[in-house]
């Protein structure tokens, strides 16, 4: 009897680092199947504690057992939504793209079982619903960076977001230290619900963060692409296209300053819930 490790819900632990691409565009399959595969290669494989080729190799040999299914314990794992995650299963899941992928990275306790709420993990997921926009999320556990999160990568984290947003033409989207779940903190603050919150994404932004993309309708209700760009009270205000502006608060994800989210939030005031 084959054992089902399919986790039941997103492995987030209370304090991650939180990547998101909202859209509500018709997006090219192909592209968007090379983009979602450089995600894994450049955001989650550099978390892994081992090669990939060694994550697979090692959860392929693994002869489980009632108390420690999952793998050897102390160790990590890579999950697929679709399946069993081998090299030939992503390409194949990447070639298929279905509605909804996701790939985690799980770390497992002293019975080998995934350690949901005080472990360390990662994850990229892409989820298509018609009745909502297409969400393409990246988090991944602040403990996986070690003690500050170097300049390269939140470099490596800033460029994938861009390419995204401009591939998914995005409505809007974000990077930030979260520590309160698929809410936002300001979803949570105000009292506005996911559903609720995804329905009037287009019109209007989730919050305040570290880096915060602007969609068109937002940008424009926000005075327009030059007004947002002399006026926003940020470290730099990128010029995406299509009227797109990526906001980056502060130069370093790990400093944000409480009065820096405030000062940003009172611009975004005509865009927030």
Do not use: N
């Not at 909202?22 to 550099?46: I, Q």
């Not at 209007?204 to 327009?224: E, I, K, N």
Request: aromatic share 8%; net charge negative.
């Amino acid at each position: 009897m084959s054992t089902d490790l399919t986790l039941p819900r997103p492995v987030s632990p209370p304090h991650v680092v939180r990547l998101e691409l909202d859209t509500f565009s018709v997006v090219d399959r192909p592209a968007l199947a090379t983009w979602f595969g450089a995600l894994f290669t450049e955001l989650l494989e550099p978390l892994c504690p081992a090669s990939v080729t060694e994550l697979v190799s090692v959860a392929r040999d693994y002869r489980p057992s009632d108390t420690t299914p999952w793998g050897p314990p102390g160790y990590a794992r890579l999950l697929l939504s679709s399946g069993e995650f081998t090299l030939p299963s992503w390409e194949a899941a990447l070639t298929e793209l279905p509605s909804f992928l996701r790939v985690q990275l799980v770390q497992l306790d002293f019975q080998g079982l995934p350690l949901v709420d005080d472990g360390w993990c990662a994850e990229i997921l892409l989820k298509d619903d018609p009745a909502f926009p297409h969400q393409i999320v990246v988090t991944a556990a602040r403990s996986l960076f070690g003690g500050w999160i170097s300049h390269a990568v939140q470099q490596d984290w800033l460029s994938m977001f861009r390419s995204g947003a401009s591939l998914v033409r995005a409505s809007g989207g974000w990077i930030t230290l979260d520590r309160v779940g698929v809410r936002t903190a300001h979803e949570v603050a105000v009292g506005v619900g996911l559903d609720e919150s995804l329905f009037m994404a287009a019109e209007l932004a989730r919050g305040p963060h570290w880096a915060t993309l602007l969609g068109p309708r937002q940008v424009a209700a926000l005075g327009g692409v030059q007004q947002v760009c002399s006026t926003a009270p940020c470290f730099s205000v990128t010029d995406l296209g299509g009227g797109r502006l990526l906001l980056q608060l502060t130069e370093h994800l790990d400093e944000v300053p409480a009065e820096a989210v405030d000062a940003l939030a009172k611009f975004l005031q005509p865009v927030l819930h």
